[in-house]
């Protein structure tokens, strides 16, 4: 199968992560858990993704680098072991659920009250999101990269738009490992990643790396491997969020995953870039298809059909060409209102760097067929 899909999930791994992979699982015991020598070389590997993550996203230090089983573990941990009753929150209509549902349910529970930055141009501008501020906002929260157009909004100039005072939480999902983010640089509070995407890394892989300046309250209670005297869990970083077994082969995906990109940044988003042009030339070309993406380094087009259903396109991409691609809303409803998509959503391509222009052509003959029907 050709597989378009790599913004659920990146399809192809590199033969270092599945190595490493393999040999976690052949031979593994519990990292920080007992004394013994596999089990202090588990731990060692494990500190290794902390220190390789927290160079690679310039952070605040390997203890401030917690691991998580996905992108959306890491937000909920972020956002409900941070704020507190009467904060404001201002977040985005290009945000994924895994970000609008943990503040609804905070609003609906009386805790928070939050706002959405509307689009302007098709994204989202430093001058919007000041323009919602309240006296009482304590956080920002904004993805790095839309999962449903492959837009990127300007962080940094958003970040220097706000008060010192007020936390930026920035959603990694798809902007880690397509586009550079240097937390320091920026002022980041959070940053949260899926490693199964484009870090390379495996499914159920993650992690939350955070400033100084933040203080989470743990969402899961129990074992930790430190103060097993103590009923209540450590004071401290990252034991304090990392209740449970850690899942080594997890781990060690993100962290040969994590060096395999940090070689490679600058030529992945190269070749990114060059694919979601190739495939929106081609798209343009086609008077039935409306195309709702600019060329972009997070390997992301979206488009629709003048009279057929995405999730039909997407259906029939599938089972009658054996190409993966994805229709839908894609778990972001307020991006898709602001781009009046909501009836009938987006079909979504998204490329890994390991994808070629000849599986593109195959897909512009399938959607040329299916779209002359």
């Known amino acids: 199968m050709i597989y378009f ?46 220190d390789t993550l927290d160079h690679f996203f310039n952070g605040y230090g390997y203890d401030r680098v917690v691991f998580t089983k996905n992108c959306t573990e890491a937000l909920n941990l972020a956002i409900f072991g941070t704020l507190k009753k009467g904060d404001h929150v201002v977040t985005t209509c290009m945000e994924h659920n895994s970000v609008l549902r943990p503040l609804e349910f905070l609003k609906k529970a009386g805790v ?61 999902a798809q902007g880690a490992g397509h586009i550079n983010i240097d937390m320091l640089d920026a002022s980041l509070d959070f940053l949260t990643v899926a490693g199964h995407k484009g870090i390379m890394g495996i499914q159920g892989s ?15 209670y129990g074992g930790t491997g430190s103060m097993s005297l103590s009923l209540d869990m450590p004071d401290f970083y990252p034991d304090g969020l990392e209740a449970g077994t850690l899942a080594y082969p997890a781990i060690v995906s993100l962290l040969e995953g994590t060096h395999y990109v940090t070689v490679r940044l600058e030529q992945i988003a190269h070749r990114l870039t060059a694919l979601t042009k190739y495939l929106i030339n081609g798209l343009s070309a086609f008077n039935t298809y409306e195309i709702f993406s600019k060329p972009n380094a997070c390997g992301i087009v979206a488009f629709r059909h003048s009279s057929i259903q995405s999730e039909y396109i997407a259906d029939t991409l599938s089972s009658r060409h054996n190409i993966a691609v994805r229709g839908g809303l894609h778990c972001a409803p307020l991006m ?19 994808n070629t222009e000849n599986e593109i052509d195959r897909l512009l003959l399938a959607l040329k067929e299916i779209g002359n029907r």
Do not use: W
């Open 5 to 50: 899909d790599n913004a659920a999930t990146g399809g192809r791994k590199p033969e270092q992560v599945l190595s490493a992979v393999n040999a976690s699982l052949r031979v593994c015991a519990n990292p920080g858990r007992s004394g013994h020598k596999l089990s202090l070389v588990c731990a060692s590997n494990v500190q290794k993704c902390r």
């Open 112 to 172: 928070i009250e939050y706002d959405v930055c509307p689009l302007s141009n098709g994204n989202i501008t430093p001058e919007s999101v000041r323009s919602l501020l309240r006296k009482n906002t304590r956080m920002v929260i904004i993805t790095t990269a839309s999962n449903v157009t492959g837009a990127i909004p300007p962080i940094k100039k958003i970040r220097a738009a706000l008060p010192k005072d007020v936390l930026l939480l920035c959603d990694g």
């Open 206 to 220: 993650g992690a939350l790396l955070f400033s100084e300046r933040v203080d989470i309250q743990p969402l899961t």
């Open 336 to 354: 898709h209102e602001a781009l009046g998509t909501l009836d009938g959503g987006l079909v979504r391509v998204s490329f890994s760097h390991f």
